[in-house]
């Protein structure tokens, strides 16, 4: 398989992480990947969101190569091999990282290393993220900053991607197909 960036989009609980795996894994069993690498971008900084985690982990088919990276994706991403595909997972709590634990310079200085990295890859990519702007304006400002945000990555994501699709109740709505 040549390189390949596939996007993922939906609400939360749409069913979008287990479409990216289903599909990553028919690459490998089709023999266009030889190598899947989970990029996970979850923190367990709470119990709850520790139980989601290993929830994930105990579902999760033994296929894949786990890599647990909350920031520093791009060059993961860059370094693919044509053999490799690498699913992130997801982009949503990338934004969030970037938010909320670094500073503003830092999230559009690795925001650009990852559309570069997209750009450049010779692997393929699954990228997963929750589409949040259906709803009202949130009333706070990191809030708003959040949706604002997501919106704007997820566009630019969407723009380089070969396929885009939207999940939703565990069904998938194509928005966009290359020709690939």
């Not at 960036?5 to 690459?27: C, Y």
């Not at 566009?155 to 966009?176: T, Y």
Request: with cysteine; net charge negative.
């Amino acid at each position: 398989m040549t390189r390949r960036v596939e996007f993922i989009l939906g609400g939360a609980r749409s069913g979008k992480s287990s479409m990216a795996e289903l599909r990553a894994q028919s690459w490998l069993a089709s023999g266009n990947v030889q190598e899947l690498i989970y990029l996970a971008t979850a923190q367990g900084k709470d119990e709850e969101m520790a139980c989601r985690i290993m929830h994930h982990k105990a579902n999760r088919d033994p296929c894949w190569q786990v890599i647990e990276c909350p920031w520093h994706i791009a060059p993961i991403i860059a370094q693919l091999k044509p053999s490799q595909c690498v699913l992130v997972d997801c982009l949503t709590l990338w934004l969030t990282y970037g938010l909320c634990e670094v500073e503003w310079s830092e999230y559009q200085t690795q925001k650009k290393h990852l559309i570069d990295a997209l750009l450049a890859t010779s692997g393929s990519v699954i990228l997963v993220s929750n589409e949040v702007g259906h709803g009202i304006v949130p009333l706070g400002e990191l809030s708003r900053q959040f949706v604002d945000e997501s919106g704007r990555l997820n566009q630019e994501v969407a723009g380089i991607a070969d396929q885009v699709d939207f999940v939703m109740a565990g069904l998938a709505l194509n928005l966009k197909r290359g020709l690939k």
